[in-house]
């Protein structure tokens, strides 16, 4: 079983810059899709970007191009590097470790307002 906790959310203008950090209890290189999900009021959690076990991203059309996923193997941690951040994306954000099952974090709220 992974544990994961989350952290770097906050509260930021459109246009500012987040970096967010999941950091894993075990390994998780080698087995574990990665994944940054998010939810907003009213809404349903909607993935928001992945890694493979072998560096392999992908992410939902909405943040193609703002938003970076990345892992520290050596640190069990991952990362979601948000810029040109939009009201749109405000939500809870969701780390998800997936290997047959799906294990969660608690979340960390990112709000985007002026």
């Known amino acids: 079983q992974v544990q994961l906790v989350e952290s770097g959310g906050g509260l930021v203008q459109p246009g500012g810059s987040l970096r967010l950090s999941c950091a894993a209890s075990?390994?998780?290189?080698?087995?574990?899709?990665m994944g940054w999900y998010r939810q907003a009021p009213g809404n349903r959690r909607e993935l928001v970007a992945t890694?493979?076990?072998?560096?392999?991203?992908n992410y939902a059309e909405s943040v193609k191009g703002r938003f970076t996923i990345s892992k520290d193997n050596a640190k069990n941690t991952v990362y979601l590097q948000m810029n040109s951040l939009e009201l749109e994306d405000t939500a809870v954000y969701y780390c998800?470790?997936?290997?047959?099952?799906?294990?969660w974090g608690q979340g960390t709220q990112v709000t985007v307002s002026s």
């Open positions: 998800g470790a997936t290997f047959v099952n799906t294990y």
């Open positions: 075990g390994s998780i290189s080698s087995r574990y899709v």
């Open positions: 890694i493979s076990p072998g560096g392999n991203v």
